[in-house]
């Protein structure tokens, strides 16, 4: 057949950007976000005529992609993106670096100009075979839409691969380039309609997220005949289970805490390893970052061996900590979570798995004293954070116990990296209520954090269970787009203003030259300004009390059916490194636990 263009290629795109979609929808996809554009028409128009998928327009790209990635995360659903072709998609980089890094199935459909056209000056038109590289799981381009049973079987079978590849054993992004060439739009006699149900009915294992991680759970075993004698031996010793970032079943979640059991090991739950804040049967340490601040404690306390699970903790402290102990990195995917170099055994499983190879491999260990030794120093941390803020002045650690005892239970919490994540790594301790706690650990990046906020109340399950925004005055600003999608939030964006990169006053860079405009970089922009050109309520902050009404009318707001808007806290950085400082201190110079 001619490339020249025919009057039935509006109809031929269309039939086959439909048949693309049965294969989506077939893989889980339910929710597609799209950026405005011409040459996508066709993928538009499909996703329009898909009854079980929900169209969500997000003007710019890079705010698009971050929204996804905020509906992937809630949902655990393969989410897709959509748009025109040119420059459009670069923009979606940082969102799917941020996906690849923390395994979040996205489905990249970009639409592209003709083989034809490309590398001969045609308008918006760019080379965009694999832009992406290594940061996703598979890249596709099956060229522009053809007519006939094989192509549309062949086009649905590449949806059905990119959605189940997404959120396979190693999830992340698939990018599928899809070349169109006009026109765009079909003629007034074409008839066109979802092809319906590959295969048996729109419903199965893969429509569950709970049942996929099961399934990966199982499948992904460790090899048992190949069990080696010396980790046996190794595990005999006092060890500790360290628990970064992920998101955990709650099947999973029950088997780490049984391994934790049958080791009598602690398990070190980072904020964002789902283990938290939610009914932990083990042994759980949160305070660790404050704990190991004291010599005594970090020398006594020190493993003989650390499990792993999920990318690498928030705390530097814990880190360094650990470096020098033989790991055993416990992942059923490709990553190789390893920074210190000190992994001896990498065992290809779940939680739950391993739980079930731990009962045949290993007796019950019995370090009772061990155990002891952990949960005491916990309390004792716990009392002394507790009485160190009554005392001291008001600063991020009020807001954030606060909080945490104000959200109820089932809410969620994005909090922003920089500081803000490290200060709830130090000040939120642990609660058996169930909170989900987000953020951006893949690549750490302050980018798209508004956007992805909004997300991820988009794509929450139940409609009383919001995600309550934390973020910094930098982060907030870097995405300014993300402002757009907040009229649909009723939880409040708190925004801790403290004029800049304050991590940076920590770091080795404060004091050197050009320090104020080159690391902190204050800005001077007023969020009450920016939120009343969003048409977004602004509440401003500046200690306990004006925090607690900002947050109940916000709150009261969101369920009058009105955007919850921003909370501006505003703090004395100084005064508040001061008091991380004195706390500190005050843990170093503690008696905490007993040598040996």
């Known amino acids: 057949m001619s ?8 109809c031929r795109n269309l039939r086959w950007a439909l048949a693309l979609f049965d294969g989506l929808v077939r893989g889980g996809v339910r929710r597609v976000v799209l950026s405005p554009g011409s040459r996508s028409t066709p993928l538009v128009m499909a996703a329009q005529r898909q009854p079980l998928v929900e169209l969500t ?9 971050f929204f996804a990635l905020g509906l992937a995360q809630t949902s655990a659903r393969p989410v897709a993106l959509l748009c025109t072709s040119g420059s459009a998609l670069a923009h979606w980089f940082p969102a799917v670096i941020e996906a690849s890094e923390s395994g979040v199935p996205l489905i990249l459909l970009s639409a592209d100009r003709p083989p034809e056209l490309r590398g001969w000056g045609a308008n918006q038109t760019i080379d965009q075979t694999r832009l992406f590289g290594g940061f996703t799981r598979e890249y596709h381009d099956p060229g522009p839409a053809e007519e006939g049973p094989a192509a549309l079987k062949a086009i649905r079978a590449l949806g059905l691969r990119a959605a189940l ?19 765009l739009v079909p003629g007034p006699s074409c008839t066109a309609e979802p092809l319906g149900p590959l295969g048996g009915p729109e419903s199965g294992p893969h429509d569950e997220p709970e049942a996929v991680a099961s399934a990966m759970d199982q499948v992904h075993s460790f090899d048992t005949p190949h069990w080696p004698r010396e980790l046996t031996k190794l595990l005999g010793g006092r060890g500790v289970i360290c628990c970064g970032p992920m998101r955990p079943s709650d099947a999973s979640a029950e088997a780490i805490f049984a391994c934790a059991e049958r080791l009598d090991a602690p398990v070190l739950a980072d904020p964002l390893s789902g283990l938290r804040f939610r009914t932990a049967p083990a042994a759980r340490i949160t305070r660790y970052d404050s704990l190991l601040r004291n010599p005594a404690a970090a020398a006594t306390l020190r493993p003989d061996w650390v499990i792993r699970f999920g990318g690498t903790p928030v705390s530097k402290m814990l880190s360094g900590w650990l470096a020098g102990v033989p790991a055993i990195l416990v992942e059923p995917a490709e990553r190789w979570t390893d920074p210190t170099h000190d992994v001896v055994a990498r065992i290809t499983a779940g939680p739950i798995a391993l739980h079930k190879l731990l009962t045949t491999r290993i007796d019950r260990n019995a370090h009772g004293l061990w155990i002891e030794r952990w949960a005491t120093a ?9 009485a160190f803020l009554e005392q001291s002045p008001w600063c991020e650690g009020h807001l954030i116990a606060h909080l945490l005892e104000c959200l109820p239970a089932g809410d969620g919490l994005f909090c922003a990296n920089s500081l803000p994540i490290r200060q709830l790594d130090t000040w939120s301790g642990q609660s058996e209520k169930s909170l989900r706690v987000f953020g951006h650990r893949g690549a750490s990046g302050i980018d798209g954090q508004s956007s992805t906020l909004a997300g991820l109340n988009a794509g929450r399950a139940e409609p009383t269970q919001g995600v309550t925004g934390l973020l910094g005055d930098l982060s907030f600003i870097h995405d300014l ?19 800049g990169g304050r991590i940076f006053d920590a770091l080795p860079q404060c004091g050197l030259a050009g320090f104020e405009p080159l690391w902190r970089t204050p800005q001077r922009v007023l969020p009450d300004a920016l939120a009343r050109a969003f048409g977004l309520a602004h509440r401003s902050v500046d200690d306990a009390s004006g925090f607690a009404q900002a947050r109940a009318e916000a709150i009261d707001a969101g369920m009058r059916g009105e955007p919850a808007g921003l909370i501006e806290v505003r703090l004395d950085a100084e005064l508040s490194l001061r008091a991380h400082r004195a706390f500190w201190n005050g843990v170093r110079e503690q008696s905490i636990i007993e040598s040996e």
Do not use: Y
């Open 481 to 499: 787009s993300g402002l757009l999608l907040m009229e649909r939030l009723d939880r409040p964006c708190i925004v801790l203003n403290n004029g």
């Open 57 to 65: 327009p997000v003007l710019d790209e890079r705010s698009a992609a």
């Open 3 to 10: 490339h020249t263009e025919t009057p039935d290629q509006g």
């Open 165 to 183: 590849v997404s959120r396979g054993p190693r999830p992340g992004p698939v990018h599928l380039n899809l070349p169109f060439r006009e026109p």
């Open 378 to 386: 916990e309390q004792t941390l716990d009392r002394l954070a507790r």
